[in-house]
């Protein structure tokens, strides 16, 4: 089993910056790829950004110039860090990762979620 851990969400202001947080722990043996995706209520969970173990990327259209996603193998964090946020950001934030553990086959995980709410 794989448990994600996110942390980082909060209120931040138009224009502002944030930066989120993603630490997966348990018999991990690989993951690939792990990410970010978002949903507000009544609508489907979108993906935000991902990252390979081999640290290709992918963006939602909507993030792209404004978002880097990065990660540590070694320690099996993911990070994204946002820029020139706006309300329609606004949304719970969930941690991905696709993983293989010693006692199982590649699975998908997700974490708790984060809020983040853009707003004056």
């Known amino acids: 089993q794989v448990q994600l851990v996110e942390s980082g969400g909060g209120l931040v202001q138009p224009g502002g910056s944030l930066r989120l947080s993603c630490a997966a722990s348990g018999s991990i043996v690989s993951i690939n790829p792990m990410g970010w995706y978002r949903q507000t209520p009544g609508k489907e969970r979108e993906l935000v950004a991902t990252?390979?173990?081999?640290?290709?990327?992918n963006y939602a259209d909507s993030v792209t110039g404004r978002s880097t996603i990065s990660r540590d193998n070694a320690k099996n964090t993911v990070d994204l860090q946002m820029n020139s946020l706006q309300a329609e950001d606004t949304a719970v934030y969930y941690c991905?990762?696709?993983?293989?553990?010693?006692?199982?086959?590649?699975?998908?995980?997700w974490g708790q979620g984060t809020q983040v709410t853009v707003s004056t």
């Open positions: 990252i390979t173990s081999g640290g290709s990327t």
């Open positions: 991905y990762a696709r993983a293989i553990t010693r006692r199982t086959g590649w699975n998908a995980y």
